[in-house]
């Protein structure tokens, strides 16, 4: 019985490494709560600007449709705005609309649009349930679907003020960065190039494993930089070589009571159209394919197809007078034609308005030494370009010829850029994938300022929009484009 009883095994060694039984004479003390500490006063008077002020955009847009439009239009009772306000408040609750700039640096509209529209959707269809079972009031089909395109209208308008005023009178959120000095050093361009309310103002370095460089403890010197700086957000560059670094600051961060970015390295290569997969508590991500599949290509070869085919009748008028101007400012072509890599490396000839003097790509060479962009012949003041020229390229209207190579197959609306030969002989390995799409007459590259960005982060900008393309992602960028052009940021 003795040796059975010896031979019983003992129970803590059936537990992983780090999770054993302590065995105590004495009471067992507890382990200390890692709780979610408070964040700062300036932290929690910035996220309750923006909260307040989407809420009060959305209860101005119900009480301005329930308690003025349908009334005037319908005959409606204005004072269903009073169920109207509270309810689409509760609905964008609901859907985490008002969280979402907690978490993000970069606080954006445009990115929500596929909620607002289904918010708005469903507000439109309980008051129209409400219109008709409380007051009799009747919503035929064209009624109700112009409520709905007006609420989401006014919802992005509105929504779109409310966080530009609140980013002008919030202070800058302080951030501190934590990573490589490149990764630290890309951050803040990014920062400082993107328009967000932010800016670092401390940063820890560590090498490649992930150890910090000035310090023996890396939570301890994070905790007084958080502390000295009046730190309201950490940003954390992940180290390639992998460390449990990472997830040891994200508890600290948590418990110290600031907001945390993490640039997860991965994403450089998958990018974010990924979806979680959760199993029995293990956290994983399903990638999606590279390329297109055949009815993606169809739904993207419409589009371009239809888009193309509107802009050539409507622009028509202005591509006639942007000819007449060339005509009469110089001498030479109309339309300016370079040979471009597209779709699969196949050759083709891109349209532009000719905005330099003619015989320009002649003397492209004796100015190489004034080009200013890594990899890419970009020039701040091209002594090529004419005086009409230099209007055209202003507003991109230089550009609009392309659209004849949309119309033909050749280039999309949104795409990778096109570029010429010498520049595309310098992408290689996994970059050349960029080409897996045809190249667009807008994209990343556009919205981001083409003249600022190099080309070995413009094509890794293009292969991840190839990676994780939707329709809706061309729909963005073409409305991103829009303002880019407005404000005559064109090259």
């Not at 501190?176 to 401390?202: D, F, H, P, T, Y």
């Not at 418990?255 to 293990?282: A, C, K, N, Q, T």
């Not at 994209?443 to 929009?465: C, F, N, S």
Request: proline share 5%; glycine share 8%; with cysteine.
């Amino acid at each position: 019985m003795a040796t059975r009883e010896g031979k019983r095994r003992n129970p803590a060694e059936a537990l992983p490494a780090g999770r054993r039984l302590i065995r105590s004479r004495g009471p067992i003390a507890p382990a200390p709560l890692i709780t979610e500490g408070s964040a700062s006063a300036a932290t929690t008077l910035r996220e309750g600007v923006y909260r307040r002020s989407l809420a009060v955009a959305d209860a101005i847009v119900a009480a301005s449709l329930l308690g003025v439009a349908l009334p005037l239009l319908v005959g409606a009772a204005p004072e269903l705005a009073v169920v109207g306000v509270p309810l689409i408040v509760f609905l964008c609750k609901l859907a985490r609309l008002y969280e979402r700039d907690d978490l993000v640096l970069k606080k954006t509209t445009l990115d929500e649009a596929p909620a607002v529209l289904q918010i708005a959707g469903l507000f439109t269809f309980l008051m129209w349930l409400l219109l008709d079972g409380a007051t009799g009031t009747e919503l035929d089909a064209s009624e109700v679907a112009l409520s709905w395109l007006g609420v989401s209208t006014a919802m992005l308008v509105g929504r779109g003020f409310a966080r530009a005023l609140a980013g002008r009178v919030s202070p800058p959120e302080r951030c501190l960065m934590i990573g490589e000095s490149s990764s630290a050093r890309a951050v803040a361009q990014k920062l400082a190039g993107a328009g967000v309310n932010a800016e670092i103002v401390a940063a820890l370095e560590v090498d490649a494993q992930g150890r910090l460089l000035q310090a023996a403890d890396l939570e301890e010197a994070f905790c007084e930089l958080v502390r000295r700086h009046d730190v309201h957000r950490v940003i954390i560059a992940p180290a390639a070589g992998g460390s449990e670094a990472p997830l040891s600051l994200i508890r600290t961060a948590k418990h110290v009571g600031v907001r945390i970015s993490v640039v997860p390295r991965m994403m450089e290569v998958v990018g974010s159209s990924v979806e979680f997969d959760y199993l029995d508590g293990l956290t994983m991500l399903g990638v999606r394919r590279f390329g297109l599949t055949l009815s993606s290509r169809l739904v993207k070869r419409a589009f371009d197809l239809v888009g193309s085919t509107v802009l050539l009748v409507a622009v028509a008028p202005l591509g006639l007078m942007a000819a007449l101007a060339i005509r009469l400012d110089s001498r030479g072509p109309v339309l300016f034609r370079q040979t471009r890599v597209g779709k699969d490396g196949r050759r083709f000839r891109m349209f532009k308005f000719r905005s330099m003097v003619d015989g320009a790509e002649e003397i492209k060479d004796n100015l190489r030494h004034l080009n200013n962009v890594e990899g890419l012949f970009k020039l701040e003041d091209d002594p090529r370009v004419t005086r009409i020229g230099r209007v055209l390229r202003r507003v991109s209207l230089d550009e609009l010829p392309q659209l004849l190579n949309v119309w033909r197959g050749e280039m999309s609306l949104v795409g990778p850029r096109p570029l010429v030969l010498d520049e595309d002989a310098l992408v290689q390995g996994l970059d050349r994938y960029r080409l897996h799409l045809k190249p667009g007459m807008t994209g990343y590259w556009q919205i981001l300022g083409a003249t600022r960005v190099p080309l070995h982060e413009m094509v890794g900008i293009d292969y991840l929009y190839v990676a994780n393309w939707s329709l809706w992602t061309d729909v963005k960028i073409l409305l991103r484009t829009v303002p880019h052009v407005l404000a005559s940021r064109g090259v």
